[in-house]
């Protein structure tokens, strides 16, 4: 069934703007059953009633059962050089439960503050259209960039995966449920050993992930499936 992001009130809904036009591209029809979130933590069923120029209107149905993720995965994130390369990683990150994502400013980041700003935009709607796919609740949280010595984290958790690490991983990691971890992952080049000596008395915790140096992409799907099978 497919899903929408819309707006509720009392026993109605509607389908707007961007919604909208995602609805006539899935050639929604009067009569259709949907579903819809209304990003305020409910996922219902509803009935198509009308479909004008601009909106989509239509009953809801019924409330369905939802699980409230209690678990909390911030992902800093040193900006890579090619910006766009984020744009691959969001939805995958959404799918892998990430909860907020913080892009850093590193030492080995070539590109200016303002032109990360400008992609900031992009990244939330690529965020937001992810959650449709995946049955997420809510979007992804993107912070707009900070620098790594202005790290700032209450994670129970904070792992650094640093590819120089040799003797610690989270193979060795017993598994433990927690209900927050922090990671960091850098860019293109990784981090220095300045910035872990940063990250290591802010509480972060050097970690490998494995004998291969990995690209940031892959570096940042393998962390996060780690620490999901050992913390979450």
């Not at 992804?140 to 900070?146: D, G, K, R, V």
Request: hydrophobic letters at 40%; glycine letters at 6%; one cysteine or more.
């Amino acid at each position: 069934m497919d899903r929408f992001l819309g707006e509720v009130k009392n026993s109605t809904f509607f389908l707007k703007e961007e919604e909208f036009k995602h609805a006539k591209v899935k050639r929604v029809k009067k009569g259709q059953i949907i579903e819809i979130n209304d990003l305020k933590g409910n996922i219902f069923t509803g009935v198509i009633e009308e479909i004008g120029k601009d909106f989509i209107r239509g009953k809801i149905l019924k409330k369905l059962p939802v699980k409230e993720e209690k678990f909390f995965l911030q992902l800093f994130l040193g900006v890579p050089n090619r910006p766009s390369k984020i744009d691959d990683l969001i939805e995958p990150i959404s799918q892998l439960g990430v909860s907020q994502l913080i892009p850093v400013i590193t030492e080995r980041t070539a590109i200016k503050e303002k032109n990360i700003m400008k992609k900031i935009n992009r990244w939330k709607k690529i965020a937001l259209n992810s959650i449709k796919q995946c049955g997420r609740l809510y979007p992804l949280e993107i912070t707009n960039p900070i620098k790594l010595e202005d790290i700032k984290t209450e994670a129970e958790k904070k792992i650094v995966f640093f590819e120089r690490e040799k003797h610690f991983s989270l193979k060795k990691e017993k598994i433990k449920k927690a209900n927050s971890v922090a990671i960091f992952i850098g860019g293109e080049g990784g981090i220095t050993d300045a910035e872990i000596e940063i990250l290591s008395k802010k509480g972060f915790k050097p970690a490998s992930l494995g004998d291969y140096i990995l690209k940031m992409e892959t570096a940042v799907i393998v962390g996060i499936c780690q620490v999901n099978f050992v913390y979450r």
